[in-house]
């Protein structure tokens, strides 16, 4: 069994920078392809970014292409979401996913079997 914990979400400015991390316990992390997903109000969930098991293949959504950036380090069974430049838009419970049986997972979320709980992050204007 796999299990996700999602911690750093919270409340920043218009502009302003946030740091998101996902601590997996389980199978060895290492073996895991990685994603970031969010769901705002009201819309459908959303893909993010995602890694590779070795970290050295990345991936991201359009609206954040430049301004989020996904690392992991194998050695402490995290995952993190660097997001700067910040807008509204933004603003959604932004959950982390593994895949266990695929090297990289792409942004198809029925790649991934684990999901964790989701933290906030709200974006003020």
């Known amino acids: 069994q796999v299990r996700l914990i999602e911690s750093g979400g919270g409340l920043v400015q218009a502009g302003g920078s946030l740091s998101v991390s996902c601590a997996a316990t389980g199978r060895t992390f290492s073996t895991y392809a990685m994603g970031w997903f969010r769901q705002a109000p009201g819309k459908d969930r959303e893909f993010v970014a995602d890694i590779s098991r070795n970290g050295g293949t990345t991936g991201y959504a359009d609206s954040v292409k430049g301004r989020f950036t996904i690392s992991r380090d194998n050695a402490k069974n995290t995952v993190y979401l660097q997001m700067d430049s910040l807008k509204p838009e933004d603003t959604a419970v932004y959950y982390c996913?593994?895949?266990?049986?695929?090297?990289?997972?792409?942004?198809?979320?029925?790649?991934?079997?684990?999901w964790g709980q989701g933290t906030q992050v709200t974006v003020s204007s």
């Open positions: 996913a593994a895949s266990v049986d695929r090297f990289y997972a792409g942004s198809y979320y029925l790649n991934y079997a684990y």
